[in-house]
């Protein structure tokens, strides 16, 4: 193979050798090689892990939890990585990266997905900054999740779960009927229970008469605000009417971490995993009579491809659980028919639910 394309200079034959040898192993030929780092090359700033990953989680602004899970996992990647390419982003190889990744090869694949995600996402920022010039996780996918049916309860559970409530729990109410009958995304610390709690408490106008705006887990399109009209959630506007939420989710004296820990409780009395009231919600709206399939897609910041693919064939439920699950009522009389906001529990058998919530009207947008 002919190598004269390649100078020679005196003091630094080695390198040129070594050059030449690897060529020689690739087959390729040394003018095609420099044309092609001629017409490819591109310098790249001496940037550090450490550097990269303050800067990347400064720029990334995401929820409480899911920034540390992100700062854990870059921190670990950084304790993985040799002296020299913690030193230099630009030298870290797919081979540094997957031998990493290689500790969760056993978990579930949502484990391993959410390192790689991770990882992926600040080596795509290093390649728009320049630090290096190309991800090492390029060519690598992420792996399949299989997700199984959704699990809802049965009429007859979520009427014993929302009787409990009521008469041991009455200040969770109103959230407990918002998850259950509106599909409200349930987490308190900091999600989507979270954001409607903060907005109601400073008083942004979201609860009106007929709807409810809510803030939901994106930032943009569908899972952005959306507004929960009440005649599309079943029984939701009795529950809020006998416990209104104009000052909250929960009580204002208990911190989002201790109303969390109350409703735990709860939910571990009645073995409810994360999201069961919301397939609930979500199952019912679907298996409706006359469902549409557009209303309870607005209602629950899904597509309407994502319902019909999750919801729309389970067979242990029919449009006469729904009409039973409809039916679940409030004991407690409704906050206009007291003149209380703390109301008190009814016969059986007694008052009707009025048929409007009884609160200042707040025009809000209506759904597209």
């Known amino acids: 193979m002919e190598n004269s394309h390649l100078p020679s200079c005196s003091g630094q034959d080695t390198e040129v050798d070594q050059l030449r040898g690897a060529l020689r192993l690739l087959n390729c030929d040394p003018s095609r090689a420099l044309r092609f780092l001629?017409?490819?090359?591109?310098?790249?700033?001496?940037?550090?892990?450490?550097?990269?990953?303050?800067?990347?989680?400064?720029?990334?602004?995401?929820?409480?939890?899911?920034?540390?899970?992100?700062?854990?996992?870059?921190?670990d990647f950084g304790k993985s990585l040799s002296a020299d390419k913690a030193a230099a982003v630009s030298l870290v190889t797919e081979a540094d990266a997957m031998d990493f990744l290689d500790r969760w090869k056993d978990a579930a694949p949502k484990t391993w997905n959410e390192r790689f995600f991770h990882l992926g996402a600040a080596f795509k920022h290093a390649v728009k900054k320049g630090y290096c010039v190309r991800s090492p996780l390029a060519a690598v996918e992420h792996k399949v999740v299989e997700h199984p049916d959704p699990i809802a309860l049965t009429p007859a559970q979520a009427a014993a779960l929302m009787a409990h409530v009521e008469s041991q729990h009455p200040e969770f109410a109103g959230y407990f009927a918002l998850c259950i009958f509106a599909g409200l995304r349930p987490d308190v610390r900091e999600g989507e229970a979270r954001r409607l709690h903060e907005d109601i408490v400073a008083g942004r106008g979201v609860v009106g008469v007929d709807a409810i705006r809510v803030q939901g887990k994106g930032r943009r399109g569908l899972h952005s605000k959306r507004t929960l009209r009440l005649n599309d959630c079943g029984p939701?506007?009795?529950?809020?009417?006998?416990?209104?939420?104009?000052?909250?989710?929960?009580?204002?004296?208990?911190?989002?971490?201790?109303?969390?820990?109350r409703i735990a409780e709860i939910r571990q009395l009645f073995s409810l995993s994360h999201d069961v009231l919301r397939h609930t919600a979500a199952t019912a709206m679907v298996h409706a009579p006359g469902a549409s399939y557009a209303v309870a897609a607005n209602v629950l910041g899904n597509s309407e491809t994502m319902l019909r693919k999750h919801y729309?064939?389970?067979?242990?439920?029919?449009?006469?659980?729904?009409?039973?699950?409809?039916?679940?009522?409030?004991?407690?009389?409704?906050?206009?028919?007291?003149?209380?906001?703390?109301?008190?529990?009814?016969?059986?058998?007694?008052?009707?639910?009025?048929?409007?919530?009884?609160?200042?009207?707040?025009?809000?947008?209506?759904?597209?």
């Open 38 to 75: 001629a017409a490819n090359y591109r310098d790249v700033a001496d940037v550090s892990w450490a550097t990269l990953q303050s800067e990347y989680l400064r720029l990334r602004k995401r929820s409480a939890s899911q920034q540390r899970h992100l700062a854990y996992t870059l921190t």
């Open 312 to 368: 729309c064939d389970l067979v242990s439920w029919s449009a006469a659980d729904t009409r039973v699950f409809w039916s679940i009522q409030p004991k407690r009389l409704p906050f206009s028919q007291t003149g209380t906001e703390t109301g008190h529990l009814m016969p059986e058998q007694s008052q009707k639910i009025p048929t409007r919530l009884q609160l200042p009207r707040v025009e809000l947008p209506h759904a597209s």
């Open 236 to 261: 939701l506007r009795a529950w809020l009417s006998a416990y209104p939420i104009t000052r909250g989710l929960w009580p204002q004296q208990l911190s989002p971490t201790q109303a969390d820990r």
